[in-house]
């Protein structure tokens, strides 16, 4: 019995100041981000999903809902599908820029391979495969999809790959509004697939 997990990542959020929001309310979709999400709820029109799950977040429940209408679903919420903690919340990171340049920020680079500045990669590994067992179990024998974020997506992904979960950010392959889908044989996992139905976007974008 073939079972397929996607795994969405939200659309663009509006971020003028372009700081690195995390797990803050009030970030919502920009325009482009709520055309994003109508172009993947197009792209998957035909797909047999039975059940669609996001994040607690706006930006991820904005992107899920175009989605789960047109397959007549509510949208249902998942904790664990939630953006990773950080530290540098509300703060502008990028390299050369604001927070990074002050010394009292300094100890919380210390260790980048767990990393230090946020939530251990490990957890979030851990909270996103329980977050898509279910998701498994509740469409079995047909597709589910499940809104989350660039992080905890990237890090599962690994996680599945048997790979480090430490990585160069630049390297991501998680545009925004992509697929990562998750293909099951009965309870294994077969195939890892990737799409960008929206089309590619820069994983180093702060905020994105």
């Not at 930006?59 to 950080?86: F, K, S």
């Not at 905890?152 to 790959?161: D, G, M, N």
Request: glycine share 8%; charged share 25%.
């Amino acid at each position: 019995m073939t079972t397929i997990v996607h795994l969405l990542r939200h659309g663009e959020v509006h971020n003028p100041e372009g700081i690195l929001y995390g797990r803050l309310p009030g970030f919502h979709l920009s325009e482009r981000g709520r055309r994003q999400a109508l172009t993947v709820a197009e792209a998957v029109a035909a797909h047999d999903i039975t059940h669609v799950v996001a994040s607690p977040l706006q930006r991820a429940q904005e992107t899920a809902a175009p989605i789960a209408a047109a397959h007549r679903l509510d949208v249902q919420t998942d904790e664990r599908l939630i953006e990773a903690g950080n530290m540098f919340e509300g703060q502008k990171v990028a390299v050369g820029d604001g927070a990074l340049r002050q010394p009292r920020h300094w100890s919380k680079l210390r260790n980048p391979f767990l990393p230090s500045w946020g939530e251990p990669y490990v957890e979030i590994a851990h909270r996103m495969l329980g977050a898509v067992l279910r998701a498994r179990s509740k469409a079995e024998g047909h597709e589910a999809l499940c809104v989350s974020h660039q992080l905890p997506i990237w890090t599962l992904r690994r996680f599945l790959e048997a790979k480090p979960l430490w990585h160069d950010p630049r390297r991501r392959q998680c545009s925004l509004a992509s697929l990562t889908s998750l293909v099951f044989d009965g309870e294994e996992l077969v195939k890892i697939v990737y799409s960008e139905p929206a089309g590619a976007t820069d994983p180093k974008v702060t905020g994105a």
